[in-house]
């Protein structure tokens, strides 16, 4: 990266710190209280908090309102934007605008399909794909240069990411579409939430023999789950989601007053797991509202305090 450190995130992971992140989800409707409640229970303990961009293709608060809130409060946001619902236009014109409000991360997504959210026959847009949107933020940073080739008088210099998901079919293209997202510019990678640690340490071995985990930040992505029903759903109709039948079980072998806190033990195990693996960076933590947990979490984890 040739102008030097971008964000805070970037400098925590640039110094070979174990990076800590955490999502967050904006509100069904306009008030600030809300995104600011859960930015309070994530405050000292992430290095940066990722705000989605229209979740399940369902309306909610702007990704970019959200990370304004939050970066008033002192905490580093990194901003979701999907292709489903912008043309290059509004994409580039939203980067710019985002950077001018300090934000200085963002992970670039294809968004989920709006069939399976709220407004079913909304028309999307994906005039590019995530790939082309890494590239074209990339190439703005870098180059000064938005599509067209028109020199921008100031480039949004943002730490661009990327997701991955190790766990989706075919297994061997997983590592080649790695590849493509870091050549196109991502910086850093936030996966899937790993629940199969055998195919996620053989993801990473791959990854390691083509010498992709020196040239990217690999964030692996955790998710504590509160109960057996839970860990079936996402099992059964979340797409890309491997949950092996012995955790299932494990979630399933647990009272039920008491579940929460086997979703809790399985998550601290599988991050000293990840801890452990060379080329993995930091963890991800997406405690789908249950912000509350994450304190919790990284204490319990041995992962504060935050450098």
Known sequence: MKNGLYSRLHQVLSNGAFAVTAECGPPRGADPDIIKKKGELLTGYVHAVNVTDNQTAIVRMSSISACVHLENMGLEPVMQMVTRDRNRIALQSDIMGAFSLGIKNVLCLTGDHQTFGSQPEALNVHDIDSMNLIRTVYTMREKGQDMSGFDLKLPPRMF??????????????????????????ADFIQTQCVYNMVRFKEWMKMAEQEGLTEKVHILAGVTPLKSKGMAQYMSERVAGMDIPDAMIKRMGGAPKEKAPEEGVKICLDTIAELREINGVHGVHIMAIEWEEIVGEIVERAGLMPRP
């Open 160 to 185: 661009i990411g990327a997701a991955a998901n190790p766990f989706a079919d075919p297994f061997d293209f997983r590592v080649i579409r790695l590849a493509k997202k870091i050549d196109a510019g």
